[in-house]
């Protein structure tokens, strides 16, 4: 099973700062399986990229995606209040399992 | 638009069993592929169960496996997971998902809001 670990566990910044966020896996992933999510306290997951570098419709391009094998990172260029939560990647593999990694949460200094 | 509503959660005791249902529109539910996900109280996110949209092909976590059956309803556009045997650490708040596009079943991107499933005595 792979397992994706990310870092930091949380990231105290102020709006207007650059997060960069990291996602590491015990083996390599496919780039077309890797996806991130963002989630707001009482709300479900919202899917913000695919593919490791693709936008989901309707994400603000201050989102971008990088990374491959097994190092993945979600950058957010500078944050707006919204953006204070907690972020996930994901990975699809070959033994049909998705998992998650335990998130990092974003939060405001 | 894409609407996902999950239903059937509550209290249930440990070794008991519980139906989730979830309702689908919006979409032509007989296109996708579907998915359930938990998560524990304050915790993260843990895939659960997926089911291709013939129900050809299913999938479960082993952490369920054994214990949950994933099925569906084209003609009623509904999703479920019928849970038994339950443990403790099956308490979490269920969520349907769907792949953003057909054929997408790797990703989740539409999500309903979820049922809280509470397994205590």
């Known amino acids: 099973e792979i397992v994706l670990t990310q870092s930091p566990g949380t990231l105290s910044l102020s709006p207007g700062e650059r997060a960069t966020l990291s996602c590491r896996a015990s083996?390599?992933?496919?780039?077309?399986?890797l996806a991130w999510y963002q989630q707001k306290p009482g709300q479900a997951p919202r899917l913000l990229i695919y593919?490791?570098?693709s936008r989901a419709t309707g994400i603000p391009d201050r989102f971008s995606g990088s990374g491959s094998g097994t190092d993945f990172t979600l950058t957010i260029s500078r944050l707006e209040p919204e953006d204070f939560a907690v972020y996930y990647c994901q990975q699809y593999d070959s033994s049909h399992t998705w998992t998650f990694g335990q998130g990092t949460k974003v939060e405001i200094k | 638009e894409v609407q996902l509503v999950e239903s059937g959660g509550g209290l249930v005791q440990p070794g008991g069993s519980l139906r989730l249902s979830c309702a689908a529109s919006?979409?032509?539910?007989?296109?996708?592929?579907m998915s359930w996900v938990r998560q524990a109280p304050g915790k993260g996110l843990e895939w659960v169960s997926y089911i291709s949209s013939s129900s050809s092909t299913i999938y479960y976590a082993d952490s369920v496996k054994g214990r949950f059956t994933i099925s569906r309803d084209n003609a009623k556009n509904s999703l479920y997971l019928q849970m038994n045997s339950l443990r403790d650490e099956d308490t979490a708040v269920y969520y349907c998902a769907r792949a953003p596009s057909s054929g997408w079943y790797f990703v989740f991107g539409y999500w309903g809001q979820g049922t809280l499933v509470t397994v205590s005595s």
């Open positions: 593919g490791a570098s």
């Open positions: 919006g979409f032509t539910f007989s296109s996708y592929s």
């Open positions: 083996q390599s992933v496919s780039s077309s399986y």
